[in-house]
């Protein structure tokens, strides 16, 4: 499989250890099966940073059989309460290699807020996510798994 990952830099061998701690499914290294939200995520960082964006592409290897997966199929409660535990800094992927789901970008994570800050209730949260066109993400957790699945295809600038 194909999987791209968009920031400011070449990255021909990802590690783990530079992820931020409060992201959707926590630290680890994210990549996408979407080219086209990888390049927005490397325009969005690199306007911020005032450097170049870019895209870098990777094979992943799909053998997965000796893996501590946990996937999302869709925003769900639980996939609500475990982006809201791990954007509030709680390490709840200790016990997974890869987490899989839908992306809580700026647009979802303002939704997803009301139920954070205790404005709105699950279902009300849930009801309103139905409406927006949702990305997916795949969050490689440790470097050991990284290392066996991930290998570096080539990079490139987004203008």
């Not at 501590?68 to 639980?78: D, G, T």
């Amino acid at each position: 499989m194909i999987v791209y990952h968009g920031t400011t830099e070449t990255i021909p061998k990802p590690d783990v250890k530079h992820s931020k701690k409060f992201l959707d499914f926590g630290k680890g290294f994210y990549l996408t099966t979407f080219e086209e939200q990888a390049k927005k995520w490397a325009i969005r960082k690199g306007m911020r940073q005032e450097k170049t964006a870019i895209v870098n592409v990777y094979s992943m290897d799909e053998n997965w059989n000796d893996l501590r997966v946990l996937s999302f199929e869709k925003e769900n409660e639980k996939w609500l309460d475990f982006v809201c535990a791990c954007r509030k800094g709680e390490p709840l992927n200790a016990e997974y290699d890869i987490i899989i789901g839908n992306v809580a970008d700026d647009d979802v994570f303002k939704t997803v807020d009301m139920y954070f800050r205790g404005l709105w209730d699950k279902k009300r949260v849930l009801e309103e996510l139905r409406y927006y066109k949702m990305n997916n993400q795949i969050c490689i957790v440790n470097q050991k798994t990284l290392d066996q699945i991930l290998t570096f295809q080539k990079s490139y600038e987004v203008k």
